[in-house]
């Protein structure tokens, strides 16, 4: 830990969160200027930045701000909205199991978008739209079936009650799909998927504006956030006022899922492995929000790479859940030790 | 005049009332003690002392002004508290467990001072655990961890220490040890309240006694005053002898014997 | 604590009626799942429907061919699931813990998927090997995963590594599914548990497998209390906590391996039967694992039974079991302490 003082003004870092931020903001980018490179028409890293820049010729310009990087862009921001959520629910609940693809927000997001593409029929907007209305919903049946007089939101009563809220959601958007014709129910499929297909920048602007406000605002408040972990009493007795400290972070943990979702569909597990994986980057306890964020970013751009690389055209969602899956199981059967489970 | 007082307290969890009309007063300075059968309503009382839970009726006061109106941090400053069964966040060395003690001393654009490295180094050094700063906390035995947990309550550097059962789970050693550790802060001018299930700790360690049974007062004083065998039979339905403490002359509770003591005459 | 002690003998008559009355009422739910349906069947027709069919009557033939296989095959299903759960919670001391979670549903439909894109053909009894096969196989997976490192097999790290198993499958399904469209068709109606639609022989197929794990299950009652206290604990009083991990993740496999492949992934039967059970009658297993073998068939049964008469066109199980099964959880967490969680 380093400390800088100046008069009554004093701030402190950490030197080995600074790097792994720095190698993994790296990494994100790097691998989102060679997803915008990938196509039918290669283009190479010097000329995607120029391109970006506003300096390469016409035809690449518009290749590269039109087609290209609105997905790449999009899939960085999911990254880091998923990975802070993640870290955000994981600190709440106490339980490394606490993200909101298990608790039942991204699944209430997917049902939301579900019966826009199924029953309404809505286009790209009402997608959105729908998605982002089936997280809230969901989370505020959640918090308010999980609230209780007195005693306010519990960790595990709200991871509890959020397993119950998915299994229900998930069981509808089975029903959803049975029950409708075969084409629809494929594009619906692909989309619970979680891809990057086709993003443009109405879907980007809007996560871009979430994450312009709920990304500072959750840096900000990330001590109290960490002082919950010490248990309810004990923060309170610290001057933590734990309910209120919860109730806005679920607020920005919901946010930044559903936007998330509402742009690239439900990709799954970047909430659950990222905040893992960024602790044992940082090897720092309690929540590690940037890190963790990033390590969101860094995992869906170098997703959506390898997607765009494989034989066969795969969406970044099946991408996504085979290396966090695979990364994570390589995790936890190195790493032995009491305490890092 | 005392700086931490209750007045009127109903104390209820949902529907369960736990205690109805209480008043307690701690004398400042002293190393006030709570005894009581389980259930009696000692640590739903430290619960309402440190603001953990509203009273449904009644005011805690702390220097005067409610504590319900103060703001969160600024009650912290001023008064401390180990909670029973305190969580330890995965992998926290002990040097930043005890650190976190200093938060309603910091803020944003304060996030560490040369006051709270000084706060956090003399309270490891007070408890003995300069040596365990960099270890991991889980790696630690019970007694260590509760010492550490006494050092993030004093990095605190509050003049009001609440401790509920601060010596459960630990071995007889270890229990003393942190009697010890408490009768030094107390020493040191710190007023503190404690929950303790051992009446002879309670004894021999507090300077004021609040014996509770069934959410009521039923005496409180210096233990030497109010110990009796009458008031340990009132207040856990034990019959009892009180003698004094060949260590220290505190009141010692022996418990009725059930059994004939064998001895030559009865052999 | 104390080592559990064989409860007082007026406790166990109560136990004993308790018993009978729940027995009873998985009776009377077999009477109506083989009464109640689409085609109306008299009362006495019942009966003669089950034992001797002449085969003339449209009735009878309902019930013996459509019905009867489908409240047997309810009765093995349910016990299985409920059994499963119940065992999987006492094994990884977690209340969260769910068939699900241990990723045997997940490899259960990888496997399925796999087979439906190979064969291109949707045969229930080879998607009932498949099944089999994808469960054992991916429980073993996060046995070996979660056990690896020091320490042994932790319920955390199980659950985890069950979390891992289950992403990688769920998304190779979802690639495997999107680049065989054909795959898709017959897959999104395996996807919904339910009991409809199977004939005998996929019974006749699974029911040894549950046999054996019903045994197992029921032997290690015992072992699993001691277990209950913490692996030292339990290893003071002689228990050998490797020997009950290992055997009870075999009947966990077996029964649920054999549960999801007759009837496909069942929402929420086995998170909720054994916190029911617990919450009623305490944490001693041996009272756990009977109870729970009872009132899941019930339960499953009896939503089954709603299924059929709900909406015009029939609700699969698994969506009535979700949308049953949450909300009396949801009500169960909130009245519980959640210190007990």
């Known amino acids: 830990m380093r400390v800088l003082r100046a008069g009554a003004l004093s701030l402190r870092w950490e030197p080995r969160a600074a790097v792994v931020c720095g190698v993994l903001a790296a990494a994100a980018i790097g691998a989102a200027v060679l997803v915008v490179g990938s196509g039918e028409f290669p283009i190479s890293p010097p000329d995607v930045v120029r391109a970006v820049l506003g300096q390469g010729d016409r035809a690449t310009g518009f290749i590269v701000t039109a087609l290209r990087l609105p997905r790449a862009v999009t899939g960085l921001l999911a990254g880091l909205a998923l990975g802070l959520s993640g870290a955000i629910f994981q600190s709440i609940s106490r339980n490394p199991l606490g993200s909101p693809d298990l608790i039942g927000f991204t699944t209430g997001s997917a049902t939301g978008a579900l019966l826009q593409i199924l029953v309404f029929g809505g286009g790209a907007a009402a997608i959105t739209a729908g998605s982002v209305a089936g997280a809230v919903l969901t989370a505020l049946a959640v918090y308010l079936v999980a609230y209780r007089r007195g005693g306010g939101v519990h960790g595990v009563r709200l991871v509890l009650i959020g397993v119950a809220a998915a299994a229900m959601l998930e069981a509808l958007n089975s029903y959803l799909i049975t029950r409708a014709d075969l084409r629809e129910a494929y594009e619906a499929a692909f989309w619970l998927t979680g891809s990057l297909n086709g993003r443009d920048w109405d879907q980007a602007v809007p996560l871009a504006l979430a994450l312009a406000v709920l990304l500072p605002a959750a840096l900000l408040l990330a001590r109290p956030l960490g002082m919950g972990e010490l248990g309810d009493d004990a923060a309170q007795a610290l001057g933590v006022p734990v309910q209120r400290t919860r109730a806005l972070f679920i607020a920005a943990g919901v946010g930044l899922a559903a936007a998330a979702t509402a742009a690239a569909g439900p990709v799954p597990f970047v909430a659950l492995a990222a905040p893992q994986l960024a602790r044992r980057l940082t090897r720092r306890p309690g929540p590690q929000l940037l890190p963790a964020a990033l390590t969101g970013a860094a995992l869906l751009a170098c997703g959506d790479l390898i997607s765009l690389h494989l034989p066969v055209a795969v969406p970044v969602g099946v991408v996504t859940g085979v290396l966090g899956g695979v990364y994570l199981a390589w995790l936890l059967s190195t790493t032995g030790r009491k305490g890092t489970t | 005049m005392t700086r931490l007082r209750a007045e009127d307290l109903t104390l209820a969890y949902e529907k369960r009332v736990v205690a109805e009309r209480l008043g307690v007063q701690i004398p400042d300075g002293s190393f006030t003690v709570i005894v009581g059968p389980n259930a009696c309503g000692k640590s739903t009382l430290l619960r309402a002392l440190a603001r953990l839970l509203r009273p449904r009726e009644g005011t805690v006061y702390l220097d005067g002004d409610p504590i319900g109106a103060l703001a969160p941090k600024r009650l912290a400053r001023r008064l401390g508290l180990l909670p029973q069964s305190p969580l330890t966040p995965e992998g926290i060395t002990v040097g930043d467990l005890v650190a976190r003690g200093r938060y309603p001393h910091q803020s944003l654009l304060r996030q560490w001072s040369r006051e709270d490295e000084a706060a956090v180094t003399e309270a490891m050094e007070a408890v003995g655990v300069t040596g365990l700063a960099d270890r991991v906390v889980d790696e630690l035995s019970g007694g260590q961890r509760q010492r550490v947990r006494l050092a993030l309550v004093l990095a605190q550097r509050t003049g009001i220490l609440l401790l509920d059962e601060p010596t459960t789970y630990l071995d007889i050693a270890h229990q003393i040890e942190v009697l010890d550790l408490c009768a030094r802060l107390h020493e040191e001018g710190r007023t503190l309240v404690a929950v303790l299930h051992d009446l002879n700790h309670a004894c021999r360690y507090a300077t004021h006694l609040i014996a509770m049974r069934g959410g009521e007062v039923l005496a409180e004083g210096p233990p030497a005053e109010i110990v009796t065998a009458e008031l340990v039979e009132r207040v856990f339905g034990l019959p009892c002898r009180v003698i004094a403490d060949p260590e220290t002359a505190t009141p010692l509770i022996v418990p009725a014997g059930r059994r004939r003591t064998l001895t030559a005459e009865n052999l | ?341």
């Open chain 3, 1 to 341: 604590m104390p080592p559990p002690r064989p409860p007082a003998r007026g406790g166990r008559g109560s136990h004993r009626l308790r018993l009978a009355l729940l027995a009873a009422a998985l009776l009377a739910t077999v009477v109506g799942s083989l009464a109640i349906g689409a085609g109306h069947v008299p009362l006495g027709r019942v009966l003669s429907g089950v034992f001797s069919p002449d085969g003339g009557s449209r009735a009878e033939l309902i019930v013996h061919e459509l019905r009867l296989p489908r409240t047997l095959l309810g009765i093995a299903v349910g016990m299985a699931l409920g059994l499963a759960g119940a065992v999987m919670q006492a094994l990884t001391r977690n209340p969260l813990a769910e068939p699900g979670l241990l990723g045997v549903n997940g490899g259960a439909a990888l496997a399925v998927v796999l087979v439906i894109a190979a064969t291109r053909a949707d045969d229930v009894l080879v998607c009932v090997w498949a099944a089999f096969a994808g469960a054992a196989g991916a429980a073993a997976l996060v046995y070996l995963i979660g056990a690896r490192g020091r320490g042994g097999a932790a319920p955390a790290r199980l659950v985890l590594a069950g979390a891992a198993v289950n992403a990688v499958s769920s998304a190779l399904t979802a690639g495997v599914m999107l680049l065989t469209p054909h795959t898709f068709g017959g897959f999104r109606f395996w996807q919904v548990g339910s009991l409809g639609g199977r004939e005998m022989p996929v019974l006749l197929r699974v029911l040894p497998f549950i046999a054996a794990g019903t045994v197992l299950a029921l032997l290690l009652a015992r072992p699993l209390n001691a277990l209950g206290m913490g692996d030292d604990a339990g290893r003071a009083l002689g228990s050998r906590p490797g020997r009950t991990r290992v055997l009870g993740a075999a009947a966990v496999v077996l029964l649920c391996g054999s549960a999801t492949a007759a009837a496909g992934p069942i929402a929420f039967l086995g998170l909720a039967v054994p916190f029911i059970v617990r919450t009623a009658v305490g944490p001693d297993q041996r009272l756990v694992l009977p109870y729970s073998l009872l009132l899941a068939p019930v339960l499953l049964l009896g939503a089954d039974i709603i299924g059929r008469v709900s909406a015009p066109g029939e609700l699969e199980t698994g969506i009535v079991t979700a949308f049953l099964g949450a909300p009396l959880f949801a009500v169960m967490v909130r009245r519980g302490r959640t210190r007990d969680l």
